[in-house]
């Protein structure tokens, strides 16, 4: 008899728990008390079909048929969840670089209009200065793909190393082929769908910028073609979390989600602008100017708080998951826990069954 599991919660039992054989049950008396019992059947062959059988024999009363193969496919669904969610948070954290590089081409455009404006005037067409300049983005995101992959492969093997006591032996620290592949994919594609949309403002600079220096309102205007090519990047993006989230559902709440995030995040980094503007006159005259910097033409102030409200956000989701694995995948508990019963161990042989 067991008052308590080794190991166990400790929760509350409507009595102790005991393990006796099945003719000893049967012979006790106990088929019908009302005791739960349950009752385990081993076999060499794949008890999937048993168990459907069974299930239909049983079906209407109290009893359950469970096997272990439903148990490791529970755990193999568990991990896929996990691996999903993972997924999601490395594409949420490619899409926060992507506005980054969003930013750096816009603003790289904005200080090249002039350059741009030359290259029209020597007869340079819009679509070989636009394919100029998506080449240089995608080489430099191919670079830092390849550092990534190469910081990947560097963790990998210090983990294997300091964790070489509890990993196994056949553990392989290389990174896989597809997973690499997948990578570079996810890198470049990123990179490309938040470029493009500040190169095309390539098109709206005249060569006539040369003699009279415009403002870059017209610069900025969205078009047909832009507003076309932003919802075909915006249904590129869902394919990509659909495809990392391996759900079509997932795909579109989790993308869904990210566009409310941004624009929640916009609409206070607006209204923090305006409060610091409107408050300004009672600072300082050092930290008035600092703020009436925050206003000048091309200022990206709206953008940074934006991003770094995504990153909080990015490490507040992971330190939910980290919360969340902790109290599923008790180890300390599960530490604990007996990997097998020693039944019908008299106390004259407790002694030699410790050593």
């Not at 054989?21 to 088929?31: C, I, P, Q, V």
């Not at 309102?217 to 076309?228: A, E, I, W």
């Not at 590129?236 to 659909?242: D, G, K, M, P």
Request: with cysteine.
């Amino acid at each position: 008899t067991f008052y308590e599991e080794p190991g166990g919660s400790g929760g509350f039992r409507l009595g102790p728990r005991v393990f006796i054989e099945k003719r000893s049950f049967d012979e006790a008396g106990l088929a019908s008390a009302r005791a739960r019992r349950r009752i385990l059947f081993r076999t060499s062959e794949d008890p999937t079909p048993l168990v459907q059988k069974l299930r239909r024999a049983l079906k209407g009363t109290i009893l359950n048929v469970t096997s272990y193969k439903e148990s490791q496919e529970n755990i193999d669904n568990q991990f896929q969840r996990l691996e999903d969610y993972l997924s999601l948070t490395g594409l949420l954290i490619l899409v926060l670089g992507g506005i980054g590089i969003w930013n750096v081409a816009r603003a790289f455009i904005e200080q090249k209009r002039k350059t741009i404006a030359v290259l029209k005037c020597l007869g340079a067409e819009n679509r070989r200065i636009l394919s100029t300049y998506v080449l240089q983005i995608l080489t430099l995101s191919l670079i830092g793909c390849a550092f990534g992959i190469l910081l990947a492969q560097v963790a990998l093997l210090i983990a294997k190393i300091h964790f070489s006591a509890i990993l196994p032996e056949r553990l392989s620290a290389a990174l896989q082929p597809s997973a690499i592949l997948n990578g570079l994919m996810l890198g470049l594609s990123i990179s490309l769908i938040f470029a493009i949309l500040p190169l095309l403002q390539i098109r709206n600079i005249h060569p006539n910028l040369l003699l009279r220096d415009e403002n870059s309102t017209l610069v900025g205007k969205l078009d047909k073609v832009r507003l076309l090519l932003a919802g075909s990047l915006i249904i590129l993006l869902s394919l990509i979390a659909i495809w990392q989230a391996g759900s079509a559902i997932i795909g579109i709440v989790f993308l869904a989600g990210l566009i409310a995030t941004t624009l929640i995040l916009y609409l206070a980094a607006t209204i923090l602008t305006i409060l610091i503007r409107k408050i300004r006159s009672l600072m300082s005259f050092a930290v008035s100017q600092a703020i009436n910097s925050l206003y000048r033409p091309g200022n990206q102030t709206r953008i940074i708080i934006m991003a770094v409200g995504l990153g909080i956000f990015i490490i507040l989701s992971v330190q939910s998951l980290e919360a969340n694995l902790l109290r599923e995948f008790n180890l300390f508990r599960n530490s604990s826990l007996p990997s097998m019963f020693l039944i019908d161990i008299q106390r004259s042989q407790i002694d030699e069954v410790r050593k």
